[in-house]
């Protein structure tokens, strides 16, 4: 991927016990470096806290993960 002219969208995934997995986005400059990542993620509807786990009633909202970009996940309208 290194040196291609291009920035390039890839979907991504972390297993998880393997029972179950979280997808996402990453967005990867043409040198390949992950520039960002896009997240959705389970969110209470009425205090706007991330869950570890969703359940009916829950919203999903997509994140920016706080990982090189600053301590907090930035909400992505």
Request: proline share 5%.
């Amino acid at each position: 991927m290194s040196g291609t002219g291009y920035y390039q969208i890839e979907a991504q995934s972390y297993d998880i016990l393997g029972v179950a997995s979280h997808d996402f986005w990453v967005l990867r400059d043409p040198d390949g470096n992950i520039v960002q990542e896009l997240h959705g993620l389970a969110t209470d509807p009425e205090t706007g806290e991330i869950l570890t786990i969703g359940t009916i009633g829950d919203e999903l909202q997509f994140y920016d993960p706080p990982h090189k970009y600053g301590d907090t996940y930035s909400v992505v309208v």
